[in-house]
């Protein structure tokens, strides 16, 4: 019965072993496909090509050529990089935009704290020219994207992130959240939940 046991237990092993083997590479190309190693990065256009106006065209967030095994969320890490698309298919990369100071803020038109914060957010983006706001919206048809940001005069681009991706790339649990992002394309800051002008304020001083 021992010998039985043994050979059967060996057996096992050995079959543990070759899954692991099969297992292990398959895991490590679904990881990096995740984190967008599946292709090369796309072309990039300066942002002074997207059109002029209400969202900047609406342009649609991918992660598309996007590498992002090096970044995080976390305080001095490089943010993670995502791409957005005009209607021509002509777009660029977050890490595009190294040198300007960056307020990522994901949003809904459903979500009131977002309604009460988003004009403060606007107002900053008007009062200091060189901070861009990408204002990611989430999941959500474009025709209502369109109606909320006629309503706030939304002039910065309006990222539309129709599959969740980016939202899943920044960890974002709760809308609003904000992420402060200075200009060596690092994370300052991580903010979820509505911000009052003060606290708002004091996330941006380090950024400007």
């Known amino acids: 019965m021992s010998f039985l046991a043994g050979s059967l237990l060996s057996r096992v092993a050995r079959r543990a072993l ?11 190309w679904l990881a990096a496909c995740g984190k967008g190693e599946a292709s090369a990065p796309l072309p990039s256009v300066p942002l ?36 957005m698309e005009i209607n021509d298919k002509q777009g660029l990369y977050l890490a595009d935009l190294v040198g300007r100071p960056i307020l990522i803020n994901f949003w809904a038109t459903w979500c009131g704290p977002c309604r009460i914060e988003m004009p403060e957010i606007i107002q900053r983006s008007i009062q200091d020219s060189v901070l861009l706001v990408l204002a990611i ?19 910065m681009p309006v990222v539309r992130d129709v599959d969740a991706k980016i939202r899943d790339l920044y960890q974002v649990r709760g809308m609003p959240t904000s992420v402060f992002v200075d200009r060596a394309g690092k994370i300052s800051s991580y903010r979820m939940g509505v911000m009052s002008p003060s606290t708002l304020d004091g996330l941006l001083k380090p950024i400007i």
């Open 18 to 28: 070759l899954r692991s083997l099969v297992v292990s590479p398959l895991a490590l």
């Open 48 to 83: 002074d090509s997207f059109p002029a106006g209400l969202g900047r065209g609406f342009p649609l967030g991918t992660l598309d050529g996007a590498t992002n095994l090096a970044t995080g969320i976390n305080h001095g890490q490089t943010a993670p990089n995502f791409r």
């Open 137 to 155: 919206n989430v999941q959500e048809q474009q025709e209502a994207i369109a109606a909320f940001a006629g309503d706030f005069k939304m002039m």
